[in-house]
Protein backbone atom coordinates (compact mmCIF):
# COMPACT_ATOMS: atom_id res chain seq x y z
CA UNK A 1 0.00 0.00 0.00
CA UNK A 2 1.12 3.27 -0.87
CA UNK A 3 2.11 5.78 1.42
CA UNK A 4 0.20 8.99 0.07
CA UNK A 5 -2.96 9.03 -1.93
CA UNK A 6 -5.29 11.81 -3.52
CA UNK A 7 -7.79 13.81 -1.42
CA UNK A 8 -9.73 16.59 -2.19
CA UNK A 9 -9.73 19.98 -0.45
CA UNK A 10 -11.42 23.39 -0.57
CA UNK A 11 -8.64 25.29 -1.18
CA UNK A 12 -10.09 28.63 0.15
CA UNK A 13 -14.42 29.20 0.71
CA UNK A 14 -16.03 29.37 -2.59
CA UNK A 15 -17.68 27.89 -5.46
CA UNK A 16 -16.76 24.47 -6.91
CA UNK A 17 -13.75 25.83 -9.06
CA UNK A 18 -12.35 26.08 -5.17
CA UNK A 19 -11.99 22.00 -5.23
CA UNK A 20 -8.55 20.77 -5.20
CA UNK A 21 -6.69 17.50 -5.56
CA UNK A 22 -3.51 17.30 -3.02
CA UNK A 23 -1.51 14.89 -2.41
CA UNK A 24 -1.34 13.89 1.11
CA UNK A 25 -0.70 10.84 3.97
CA UNK A 26 -2.44 7.62 3.70
CA UNK A 27 -4.82 8.18 7.23
CA UNK A 28 -3.81 5.32 10.06
CA UNK A 29 -6.50 3.90 11.50
CA UNK A 30 -6.75 4.22 15.51
CA UNK A 31 -7.55 1.62 17.80
CA UNK A 32 -11.25 1.29 17.42
CA UNK A 33 -11.01 2.45 13.30
CA UNK A 34 -10.63 0.89 10.23
CA UNK A 35 -8.64 1.96 7.07
CA UNK A 36 -10.87 2.02 3.39
CA UNK A 37 -9.34 1.80 0.28
CA UNK A 38 -11.82 3.94 -1.74
CA UNK A 39 -13.79 2.70 -4.64
CA UNK A 40 -16.61 5.29 -4.46
CA UNK A 41 -17.83 8.52 -2.60
CA UNK A 42 -20.96 9.73 -2.33
CA UNK A 43 -21.73 13.72 -2.40
CA UNK A 44 -24.00 15.67 -0.44
CA UNK A 45 -25.43 18.64 0.36
CA UNK A 46 -23.20 19.20 3.57
CA UNK A 47 -20.25 19.04 0.90
CA UNK A 48 -21.32 21.97 -0.68
CA UNK A 49 -22.03 24.03 2.80
CA UNK A 50 -18.12 22.94 4.32
CA UNK A 51 -16.73 23.97 0.45
CA UNK A 52 -18.10 27.27 1.37
CA UNK A 53 -17.17 27.84 4.44
CA UNK A 54 -20.30 27.38 6.21
CA UNK A 55 -20.27 23.91 7.73
CA UNK A 56 -16.48 23.43 8.97
CA UNK A 57 -15.62 19.73 10.33
CA UNK A 58 -16.01 19.01 13.96
CA UNK A 59 -12.83 19.40 15.91
CA UNK A 60 -9.84 17.19 15.18
CA UNK A 61 -11.50 16.06 11.62
CA UNK A 62 -10.03 15.99 8.67
CA UNK A 63 -10.78 18.95 5.62
CA UNK A 64 -10.86 16.32 3.30
CA UNK A 65 -14.18 16.80 2.09
CA UNK A 66 -17.14 13.67 1.67
CA UNK A 67 -19.26 12.18 4.20
CA UNK A 68 -19.80 8.40 2.90
CA UNK A 69 -17.54 6.21 1.18
CA UNK A 70 -17.78 2.22 -0.17
CA UNK A 71 -14.36 0.49 -0.80
CA UNK A 72 -12.51 -2.40 0.96
CA UNK A 73 -10.75 -2.40 4.17
CA UNK A 74 -6.95 -2.61 4.30
CA UNK A 75 -6.13 -2.21 7.89
CA UNK A 76 -8.23 -2.34 11.23
CA UNK A 77 -7.43 -0.70 14.51
CA UNK A 78 -6.37 -3.24 17.70
CA UNK A 79 -9.57 -3.04 19.42
CA UNK A 80 -11.74 -3.98 15.98
CA UNK A 81 -13.23 -6.95 16.11
CA UNK A 82 -16.38 -7.23 13.58
CA UNK A 83 -14.34 -6.47 10.47
CA UNK A 84 -10.92 -7.82 8.86
CA UNK A 85 -8.63 -6.90 5.59
CA UNK A 86 -10.39 -7.60 2.65
CA UNK A 87 -13.96 -6.84 4.00
CA UNK A 88 -16.50 -5.01 1.28
CA UNK A 89 -18.14 -2.29 3.63
CA UNK A 90 -19.42 1.26 3.29
CA UNK A 91 -19.21 3.89 6.09
CA UNK A 92 -20.62 6.93 7.44
CA UNK A 93 -17.68 9.25 8.03
CA UNK A 94 -17.43 12.72 9.70
CA UNK A 95 -14.69 13.62 7.11
CA UNK A 96 -12.37 12.26 4.65
CA UNK A 97 -14.52 10.51 2.26
CA UNK A 98 -13.05 12.11 -0.98
CA UNK A 99 -9.71 10.15 -0.93
CA UNK A 100 -8.30 6.97 -2.61
CA UNK A 101 -8.14 5.96 1.44
CA UNK A 102 -10.48 6.94 4.23
CA UNK A 103 -10.17 6.14 8.20
CA UNK A 104 -13.82 5.25 9.57
CA UNK A 105 -14.69 4.43 13.11
CA UNK A 106 -15.87 0.87 13.32
CA UNK A 107 -19.72 1.26 14.76
CA UNK A 108 -20.30 3.48 11.71
CA UNK A 109 -19.56 0.72 8.86
CA UNK A 110 -21.95 -1.44 7.53
CA UNK A 111 -21.38 -4.58 5.24
CA UNK A 112 -21.19 -3.63 0.89
CA UNK A 113 -25.16 -4.85 0.30
CA UNK A 114 -24.99 -8.11 -1.88
CA UNK A 115 -25.94 -7.32 -5.12
CA UNK A 116 -24.92 -3.74 -5.14
CA UNK A 117 -22.34 -2.06 -6.73
CA UNK A 118 -19.45 0.38 -5.38
CA UNK A 119 -21.70 3.39 -6.27
CA UNK A 120 -24.76 2.48 -5.33
CA UNK A 121 -22.93 1.13 -1.66
CA UNK A 122 -21.58 4.40 -1.74
CA UNK A 123 -25.11 6.52 -1.67
CA UNK A 124 -25.87 4.50 0.76
CA UNK A 125 -24.61 5.61 4.07
CA UNK A 126 -25.23 9.99 4.45
CA UNK A 127 -28.89 9.01 3.30
CA UNK A 128 -29.92 6.05 4.90
CA UNK A 129 -28.74 6.80 8.18
CA UNK A 130 -29.83 10.62 8.04
CA UNK A 131 -33.40 9.31 6.84
CA UNK A 132 -33.87 5.87 9.82
CA UNK A 133 -32.86 8.39 12.42
CA UNK A 134 -35.33 11.28 11.69
CA UNK A 135 -38.08 9.58 10.08
CA UNK A 136 -38.15 6.67 12.55
CA UNK A 137 -36.17 7.17 15.71
CA UNK A 138 -37.54 10.55 16.08
CA UNK A 139 -40.55 11.24 14.71
CA UNK A 140 -41.52 7.65 15.21
CA UNK A 141 -43.65 7.12 11.76
CA UNK A 142 -45.34 3.72 12.16
CA UNK A 143 -47.28 1.46 9.33
CA UNK A 144 -50.61 3.13 8.58
CA UNK A 145 -49.34 6.53 8.87
CA UNK A 146 -48.86 9.24 6.13
CA UNK A 147 -45.68 11.52 5.92
CA UNK A 148 -45.04 14.40 3.45
CA UNK A 149 -41.24 14.22 1.84
CA UNK A 150 -40.09 17.43 0.88
CA UNK A 151 -37.57 17.72 -1.54
CA UNK A 152 -38.59 14.22 -2.85
CA UNK A 153 -36.17 13.72 -5.59
CA UNK A 154 -32.94 14.53 -3.51
CA UNK A 155 -30.76 11.73 -2.51
CA UNK A 156 -32.44 12.20 0.82
CA UNK A 157 -36.19 12.19 -0.38
CA UNK A 158 -35.22 9.01 -2.98
CA UNK A 159 -34.65 7.41 0.08
CA UNK A 160 -37.01 8.19 2.21
CA UNK A 161 -40.08 7.82 -0.55
CA UNK A 162 -38.71 3.89 -0.60
CA UNK A 163 -38.49 3.68 3.04
CA UNK A 164 -41.58 5.29 4.43
CA UNK A 165 -43.79 2.89 1.79
CA UNK A 166 -41.52 -0.15 2.58
CA UNK A 167 -42.97 0.16 6.09
CA UNK A 168 -45.87 0.70 5.53
CA UNK A 169 -46.64 4.22 5.39
CA UNK A 170 -48.64 6.93 2.98
CA UNK A 171 -46.24 8.98 1.05
CA UNK A 172 -46.78 12.07 -0.12
CA UNK A 173 -43.96 14.24 -1.43
CA UNK A 174 -42.76 17.93 -3.12
CA UNK A 175 -40.78 18.39 -6.03
CA UNK A 176 -40.19 21.04 -8.25
CA UNK A 177 -40.64 19.83 -11.82
CA UNK A 178 -43.43 17.52 -13.05
CA UNK A 179 -40.78 14.82 -14.26
CA UNK A 180 -39.69 15.01 -10.76
CA UNK A 181 -43.12 14.80 -9.21
CA UNK A 182 -43.08 12.21 -11.31
CA UNK A 183 -40.18 10.25 -10.36
CA UNK A 184 -41.85 10.42 -6.67
CA UNK A 185 -44.39 8.53 -7.76
CA UNK A 186 -42.68 6.06 -9.43
CA UNK A 187 -40.76 5.15 -6.25
CA UNK A 188 -43.96 4.63 -4.36
CA UNK A 189 -45.36 8.22 -3.51
CA UNK A 190 -48.96 8.31 -3.64
CA UNK A 191 -48.88 11.83 -5.26
CA UNK A 192 -46.40 14.43 -5.69
CA UNK A 193 -46.86 18.03 -5.11
CA UNK A 194 -45.00 20.36 -7.81
CA UNK A 195 -44.49 23.31 -5.07
CA UNK A 196 -43.63 25.79 -8.16
CA UNK A 197 -47.22 25.69 -9.67
CA UNK A 198 -49.28 24.71 -6.55
CA UNK A 199 -49.48 25.40 -2.47
CA UNK A 200 -48.38 21.71 -0.94
CA UNK A 201 -50.57 22.94 2.22
CA UNK A 202 -53.37 23.36 0.36
CA UNK A 203 -52.69 19.80 -1.85
CA UNK A 204 -52.22 17.70 1.60
CA UNK A 205 -55.73 19.07 3.01
CA UNK A 206 -57.36 17.83 0.19
CA UNK A 207 -55.72 14.71 -0.21
CA UNK A 208 -56.06 13.47 3.59
CA UNK A 209 -60.04 15.24 3.52
CA UNK A 210 -58.39 17.49 5.90
CA UNK A 211 -56.86 15.26 8.65
CA UNK A 212 -53.38 16.45 7.65
CA UNK A 213 -50.24 14.03 8.09
CA UNK A 214 -48.82 12.60 10.32
CA UNK A 215 -45.02 13.05 9.97
CA UNK A 216 -43.50 15.86 7.52
CA UNK A 217 -39.20 15.36 6.64
CA UNK A 218 -38.48 19.03 5.86
CA UNK A 219 -35.13 20.80 4.24
CA UNK A 220 -36.23 23.80 4.11
CA UNK A 221 -37.41 25.16 7.58
CA UNK A 222 -38.14 28.98 8.37
CA UNK A 223 -39.41 29.79 4.62
CA UNK A 224 -41.99 26.65 5.49
CA UNK A 225 -42.68 26.16 8.92
CA UNK A 226 -46.33 27.86 9.05
CA UNK A 227 -47.29 25.71 6.11
CA UNK A 228 -45.82 22.52 7.40
CA UNK A 229 -47.75 22.66 10.88
CA UNK A 230 -50.99 23.60 8.84
CA UNK A 231 -50.46 19.82 6.90
CA UNK A 232 -49.82 18.53 9.84
CA UNK A 233 -52.82 16.64 11.57
CA UNK A 234 -53.38 15.99 15.21
CA UNK A 235 -50.55 14.64 17.05
CA UNK A 236 -48.33 15.53 14.12
CA UNK A 237 -44.64 15.58 13.90
CA UNK A 238 -42.59 17.72 12.14
CA UNK A 239 -38.90 16.87 11.96
CA UNK A 240 -36.63 19.41 10.64
CA UNK A 241 -32.73 18.10 8.59
CA UNK A 242 -31.99 21.14 7.06
CA UNK A 243 -32.66 25.09 6.78
CA UNK A 244 -32.54 26.14 2.79
CA UNK A 245 -34.91 28.57 4.02
CA UNK A 246 -33.59 29.64 6.50
CA UNK A 247 -33.13 29.21 10.43
CA UNK A 248 -34.94 31.64 12.26
CA UNK A 249 -38.79 31.57 12.41
CA UNK A 250 -41.75 32.58 14.54
CA UNK A 251 -44.08 29.52 16.25
CA UNK A 252 -47.58 29.86 17.14
CA UNK A 253 -47.36 27.99 20.23
CA UNK A 254 -51.20 28.15 20.73
CA UNK A 255 -51.37 26.28 17.33
CA UNK A 256 -49.21 23.80 18.24
CA UNK A 257 -50.35 23.35 21.66
CA UNK A 258 -53.86 23.17 20.52
CA UNK A 259 -53.44 20.15 18.07
CA UNK A 260 -50.70 18.13 20.11
CA UNK A 261 -47.93 18.63 17.49
CA UNK A 262 -44.13 17.99 17.60
CA UNK A 263 -41.67 20.18 15.98
CA UNK A 264 -38.01 18.44 16.52
CA UNK A 265 -35.08 17.54 14.58
CA UNK A 266 -31.19 16.55 14.49
CA UNK A 267 -28.23 16.79 12.75
CA UNK A 268 -25.79 13.36 12.10
CA UNK A 269 -21.97 14.81 11.69
CA UNK A 270 -21.97 15.83 15.65
CA UNK A 271 -22.74 12.77 17.05
CA UNK A 272 -20.71 10.56 18.61
CA UNK A 273 -19.55 6.91 16.91
CA UNK A 274 -21.26 5.32 19.68
CA UNK A 275 -24.52 7.39 18.59
CA UNK A 276 -24.24 6.60 15.01
CA UNK A 277 -23.39 2.75 16.04
CA UNK A 278 -27.13 1.98 17.27
CA UNK A 279 -28.04 3.80 14.10
CA UNK A 280 -25.83 1.22 12.07
CA UNK A 281 -27.26 -1.49 13.92
CA UNK A 282 -30.85 -0.71 12.99
CA UNK A 283 -30.21 -0.01 9.57
CA UNK A 284 -28.54 -3.46 9.70
CA UNK A 285 -31.23 -5.32 11.39
CA UNK A 286 -34.04 -3.93 9.49
CA UNK A 287 -33.34 -2.05 6.09
CA UNK A 288 -29.79 -4.02 4.82
CA UNK A 289 -32.08 -6.76 4.22
CA UNK A 290 -34.71 -4.98 1.96
CA UNK A 291 -31.72 -2.95 0.14
CA UNK A 292 -30.20 -7.34 -0.36
CA UNK A 293 -33.96 -8.40 -1.19
CA UNK A 294 -34.41 -4.94 -3.77
CA UNK A 295 -37.50 -3.54 -2.12
CA UNK A 296 -35.66 0.11 -1.81
CA UNK A 297 -32.49 0.85 -4.05
CA UNK A 298 -30.42 3.79 -3.79
CA UNK A 299 -30.96 6.11 -6.89
CA UNK A 300 -28.10 7.09 -9.04
CA UNK A 301 -28.17 10.17 -10.80
CA UNK A 302 -24.80 10.91 -12.16
CA UNK A 303 -21.04 9.29 -11.47
CA UNK A 304 -18.16 11.78 -11.73
CA UNK A 305 -14.26 10.89 -11.40
CA UNK A 306 -13.16 11.96 -8.05
CA UNK A 307 -10.75 14.61 -9.60
CA UNK A 308 -13.78 16.13 -11.13
CA UNK A 309 -15.24 16.48 -7.71
CA UNK A 310 -16.08 20.15 -8.98
CA UNK A 311 -18.22 19.42 -11.54
CA UNK A 312 -20.19 17.15 -8.98
CA UNK A 313 -20.57 19.97 -6.81
CA UNK A 314 -22.08 22.15 -9.79
CA UNK A 315 -24.47 19.36 -11.09
CA UNK A 316 -25.35 18.99 -6.76
CA UNK A 317 -26.03 22.82 -6.69
CA UNK A 318 -27.82 23.54 -10.30
CA UNK A 319 -30.77 21.25 -8.72
CA UNK A 320 -31.67 19.34 -11.49
CA UNK A 321 -30.68 16.06 -10.32
CA UNK A 322 -32.98 12.91 -8.80
CA UNK A 323 -31.60 10.66 -6.86
CA UNK A 324 -27.63 10.43 -5.61
CA UNK A 325 -24.48 12.10 -6.92
CA UNK A 326 -21.08 9.93 -6.66
CA UNK A 327 -17.47 10.17 -7.50
CA UNK A 328 -15.58 6.85 -8.51
CA UNK A 329 -12.38 6.65 -7.22
CA UNK A 330 -9.40 4.91 -10.06
Known sequence: MTSTMQAIFASKPGGPDVLRPREVPVPQPGPDEVLIRVAAAGVNRPDLLQREGAYPPPPGVTEVLGLEVAGEIVACGDEVLSFSPGDKVCALVAGGGYAEYCVAPAPQVLPWPTGLSAVEAAALPETYF????NLFRIARLAQGESVLIH??????????IQLAR???ATVYATAGTDDKCQACRDLGATEAINYKTARFEDEIT????????????DMICAEYLDRNLASLAVSGRLVVIAFLGGGEAQVDIKALVSKRQTLCGSTLRPQSPQEKGLIAADLSAQVWPLLEQGTVRPLINSVHPLARACDAHAEL?????????VLTVD
Do not use: F, P, Y
Not at 152 to 157: E, H, Q, R, V, Y
Not at 317 to 325: D, L, M, S, Y
Open 130 to 133: TVWT
Open 166 to 168: AMG
Open 317 to 325: EAGNHVGKI
Open 151 to 160: GGASGIGTTA
Open 206 to 217: RLTDGRGVDVIL
